[in-house]
DNA sequence: TAAGATTGAGGTATCAATCTTG
DNA sequence: CAAGATTGATACCTCAATCTTA
């Protein structure tokens, strides 16, 4: 504890405690257990989970980050090679100064540069360099690998078809939602 | 850009581009489309766009942060009101430096509050303060409401069932995987 | 004026090292 | 020595302000 008083010592079972008994409760007794609350936090736990065992993984096998491989796919999936800096920013939900440092350490790390845009000299445009594509290549059959273990292993052919299905109706057609 | 070289100009369409006609690219260029890579993309971004939604919301109508509220919640839940530190961590994974930060910054805000074991003087409790069990309240209302607006409504009744038992796969029975 | 990108300031996480207790 | 919690160093993000160009 940095400057706050000392913690009050309590013996181990003599507090009298809200037992969670749903009728006689306080109104959070009862609603933390609440069913749209628990489909809440499953999602954030599995996202937890999913990108701590992946990126450690990726990590590990490649030595680089899981955002730093995000940012390949995008890049390798647009249409002529490359996005501009807003435009990665806003796909991968990454602020415009976030992107930029990003950016900054992907450029030094030799897997992506950056190229002045002449339709528009405000924009500047990010592409793979040869060595980030190698590297995404390289990442892709590790990250794949790693998907089929943690996120298809435990689940049916049935749940996947449905989780993708639901998953996709939460990011179809949604406000945007702009980081920056 | 901090120290890198200036971007190469280049015109807006004469870049000979990979196209990516899948017979013919390489591994990445197949790779990037994948549908299980587009799955997890999936998952990253509808918890991208719900925490960050939810959180703007909470932090706009209590003054909380998601993070906060999460802790709450936990506490809330667990058998005598209290947590140690690093079964909370544990809980919401986050790592024991990360924990004891947090638990500070909630203290000053008077939320929680510390409690020494007697059972065993290494490990701390943490519970909520009856402001913070106001507090949570007051939370639960709006956070359950945005769940039902940003999560809910766009699912039907079969979504949000079978997304719940695919969520729950992916929880139960993993290896703990722990943060700190 | 607005849009795109960058920068500086500040917040919060991780990691590794340390201290206390079992 | 191992486990629990804290601390210092560091990494990376957001926010607000600034600069350049449309």
């Known amino acids: 504890m940095s400057d706050s008083a ?32 628990l489909l809440m936090g499953l999602l954030i736990e599995s996202h937890a989970r999913l990108t701590r065992v992946l990126g450690n993984e990726l990590e590990a096998s490649v030595g680089v980050p899981l955002t ?10 647009s249409e002529r090679g490359r996005l501009t800096m807003s435009q990665l920013g806003t796909e991968i939900s990454v602020t415009s100064g976030g992107i930029t440092r990003l950016v900054d350490r992907m450029t030094e790390a030799g897997l992506v540069e950056r190229e002045s845009c002449a339709s528009d000299r405000r924009a500047i445009y990010v592409a793979l360099t040869p060595q980030g594509e190698a590297t995404l290549e390289r ?16 689940l049916t052919e049935d749940d996947r078809a449905s989780l993708a299905i639901a998953l996709r109706k939460l990011n179809d057609g949604q406000d945007p939602v702009c980081p920056g």
Request: proline share 7%.
């Open 68 to 77: 730093w491989f995000i940012v390949m796919v995008h890049l390798a999936r």
């Open 139 to 154: 990442a892709m059959a590790e990250h794949l690998a790693g998907i089929d273990r943690h996120l298809l292993a435990p």
């Open 6 to 37: 000392a913690p009050a010592v309590v013996e181990d079972a003599d507090r009298d405690v809200e037992v969670p008994s749903p009728e006689t409760c306080t109104a959070w007794a009862r609603d933390v257990n609440d069913e749209r609350l």
